[in-house]
Structures are given as C-alpha cells and as structure tokens.
C-alpha cells in the first residue's frame, strides 16, 4: 500500500478521517504529517492539517502456493559432564576440564586506569554579546504612523485616525487609533488587537534595526487592561507586607511583566522577579532586603 493523503482542521482529525477510511486501527497504520494547520492572522492565510496513511507491513509478504519455511533446528543441550559425541563441535568457551570438586576460578586482574589525557588546545573565547542600540524615539514615532497606516489600509480601515507620543516610562512608542471599525480590531477577547500590535511591533524593529516597542491602543483597551494588572500587583504587595512572603501573581503576557517590573522597580517593601516557561511565566514579588 503506498498511503493515502487526509485532510482536516487538525493533525487528528486529519488522521481519524483515514482510519475510517481505510478501515483500520490507529496501531496498524504509520502517520507522516504533510502540513501542519495554521489559523492564519485573523482568519486570511488559513490552511489545513494534511497527513499521509500508509499501512504497517508485519514481515515480508510469502509468495502465494510458496513453501513455508522451514523452522531453525534448535540446538542439543548437554549436561557440563557429559562427554562429546564424535564429530560435535566444542562451545565457545567451554573446555573440557576433569571434574575438580570447589574448584574456584582464578581471579582477573585489576583493570589498569587509562592516563588522563589534557587537551592542549586552549578554550574557545566567548565574545560578550553586543547591546541593542538605543530606539530613536522620533524616528520610532514616526516609522510607527506610517506603518500603521499602511497596515490598517490593507486591512480595510482607510478612515482611521492615528495619535502617535513616546512613552518615557516604558521606553515604548505609544499610538491611540480612533476607527468606527475599533472593535472588529479587537476582537471579543482583545486577541485581534493583542495580534495586530504584535505585528506592528516585529515589523517597526525591523526598519529601525534595533528592538523597539509599540503599543496599538484603541477603545481603552490597553488602559483598563494595564489598571486590572497593577491593581493585581498592589493587591500582592499588600499580602507580602502582610505574612512577610513571597506572592505569586497570574501568568500574564511579556507586556504586562514589564509594565509590572518597570513600576515596582525600587519599591521600598518588595522586589520583583520572574519565573516559569511560555504561556505559564509569571511575576514573583518578594520582600525586598534590607
């Protein structure tokens, strides 16, 4: 069988439509994922999950009205005495001795330490990695007006209008977008608009060549959104203050960590930190050392 091609909205899915096909198990068949699924950016570029099916072969097939093969002759055993019959071959190993009651083999000797060898080649020299530049705020403010009109243009928005400041404290560009199509750009759960600034912020670093920051702001999102997590940062430093130990916020995106860092840095009572991976990374307060 040289396999058949499924697709679906996911690997799995992809994978149960062939089985049902084929009419076998998930165990007697081998999956190669041909493309993986992607969503797309709000829904445009979207493509499906498509695997290839080919079936497990168990030995190689036997010709049809062939022979079976037949079975390996197992080999005689024999007890340690017993003396070999004419013609039979001794076992590896195995000499014939006289039958030496507690007799205790002799002891090997000590295997010898091999000699320590040095390298004499002296350890490669790690540069120091460079710093990014400093961001231009002028030139980021205005690289970011352009290429935010040029995105919302492709995009459909052509009557939107764009307020664009630095933001000294976050070290960020800041743009304020007044369109009477905002909330399609949010989406029902801000991950439109969280996408969008994404974007806007990857593509504004690559014209300035050095890392830059944009925030897309719109309907107040990002306000009440920035208010909720610093109540949640006041509200932990009061616990600290209160039992003395470390308080653990929610997980929360790199954005609002560094809103949180950059807020509390020298704060009299606490000091902030962050711990664990991905989607799970959140921020630490603890009592700062006096």
Excluded at 116 to 137: C, K, T
Excluded at 235 to 254: F, N, Q, S, W, Y
Aim: hydrophobic share 35%; glycine share 8%; with cysteine.
């Amino acid at each position: 069988m040289e396999g058949m091609e499924s697709e679906g909205k996911s690997v799995s899915e992809a994978v149960e439509a062939a089985l049902k096909k084929l009419g076998v198990r998930r165990d007697q068949v081998e999956v190669q994922i041909l493309q993986e699924a992607s969503s797309g950016f709000m829904g445009i570029g979207a493509k499906p999950a498509r695997v290839k099916i080919t079936q497990k072969h168990w030995g190689e097939p036997t010709p049809a009205g062939a022979p079976p093969k037949p079975a390996a002759p197992k080999p005689e055993r024999r007890s340690q005495n017993q003396p070999l019959r004419r013609g039979q071959p001794e076992r590896r190993g195995q000499q014939s001795r006289p039958n030496v009651p507690h007799a205790r083999p002799a002891a090997a000797p000590a295997p010898k330490e091999a000699p320590v060898r040095h390298d004499p080649r002296p350890e490669p020299r790690r540069e120091p990695r460079p710093e990014a530049a400093p961001v231009d705020s002028k030139a980021a403010c205005g690289q970011s007006a352009a290429l935010l009109k040029e995105l919302l243009g492709a995009m459909g928005f052509e009557s939107s209008k764009i307020a664009v400041s630095w933001d000294d404290k976050q070290e960020r560009v800041k743009a304020v977008l007044d369109t009477p199509d905002a909330q399609l750009l949010i989406g029902s759960d801000g991950r439109g608009l969280e996408s969008f600034q994404f974007i806007a912020t990857l593509m504004l670093s690559r014209r300035l060549g050095t890392p830059a920051a944009v925030q897309v702001e719109a309907l107040g999102y990002w306000e009440k959104r920035e208010a909720d997590i610093l109540g949640q940062a006041q509200r932990g430093i009061d616990e600290v203050k209160r039992t003395g130990k470390a308080c653990r916020l929610a997980p929360m995106d790199p954005a609002m960590r560094r809103l949180v860092h950059r807020n509390l840095a020298g704060h009299p009572d606490v000091e902030t930190a962050s711990e664990g991976e991905g989607s799970w990374r959140k921020i630490v307060l603890r009592p700062r050392r006096k």
